[in-house]
């Protein structure tokens, strides 16, 4: 089974910390994905990457940055991190390419961020 | 673009009785579509999923869902819950083409089973 590892399960920040969330996947899929999720909103697309080094802006990605330098490694930054940025974060990844299959994501556990 | 409305917040249902949690889509364009359900304290979990062919698909733990492109409605079944299908369920909908494109999921609906 294609395994999506998240470092850190909880985390506990103070305003304008920076803040690093680390994602690691063991299938050698190309996309990966980071997701914000909130009550009542269901997930929202921060930022993706299809390619080492190579990423795309989601819906929501002011107050972020992501790092992809190994195919097996996206890691989401928040350079300031603010109250309103309490969150749970989730990664992502799947196969690239146009098959069907491509489209199939393999999600990690989560990130629970709380900003004080 | 594409959307996703899921009608329904929360469901409340009494253990055994059947079980409808509604989506509907927005999109331009042919579409893939998927249910992914999410358990207390873990991530999301593939459900289900229809790519092409057999527009009634089956999942798993006895769930399925019917696509129809008429009413860009993808919704989720199951004839008999049991308390362990008591999770957050979301629906979610990306366009056919490149594998480069993300998922846009729903709000989510909550299945609360009753006993």
């Known amino acids: 089974d294609v395994k999506v590892t998240q470092s850190s399960r909880y985390l506990v920040k103070r305003t304008g910390e920076k803040v690093f969330l680390e994602c690691v996947q063991d299938?050698?899929?190309?996309?990966m994905f980071w997701y914000r999720q909130d009550p009542g909103l269901g997930l929202r697309l921060i930022y993706f990457?299809?390619?080492?080094?190579?990423?795309e802006k989601g819906d929501i990605p002011e107050g972020y940055s992501v790092s992809r330098e190994k195919k097996e490694r996206f890691s989401l930054i928040l350079e300031s991190a603010s109250t309103n940025q309490t969150s749970m974060y989730l990664c992502?990844?799947?196969?690239?390419?146009?098959?069907?299959?491509?489209?199939?994501?393999?999600f990690g556990a989560g990130s629970r961020l709380t900003v004080l | 673009a594409q959307s996703v409305t899921q009608l329904d917040s929360q469901v409340p249902v009494f253990e055994e009785a059947p079980v409808e949690l509604r989506c509907n889509y927005s999109?331009?364009?042919?579409?893939?579509l998927f249910w992914y359900v999410q358990y207390p304290n873990q991530g999301l979990q593939l459900l289900l999923k229809?790519?092409?062919?057999?527009?009634l698909v089956k999942g798993i733990n006895g769930f399925e869902a019917e696509f129809n492109k008429s009413q860009t409605s993808f919704h989720l079944r199951k004839p008999s819950v049991h308390i362990s299908d008591t999770a957050e369920y979301f629906c979610?909908?990306?366009?056919?083409?490149?594998?480069?494109?993300?998922?846009?999921f729903g709000s989510g609906t909550r299945l609360q089973v009753q006993p």
């Open positions: 990457s299809y390619d080492v080094k190579m990423k």
């Open positions: 229809y790519l092409s062919g057999s527009t």
């Open positions: 979610a909908v990306t366009s056919r083409g490149t594998g480069r494109r993300a998922l846009t």
């Open positions: 999109s331009s364009v042919s579409v893939y």
């Open positions: 299938m050698d899929h190309e996309n």
């Open positions: 992502a990844s799947g196969r690239g390419g146009s098959s069907s299959g491509a489209n199939v994501l393999t």
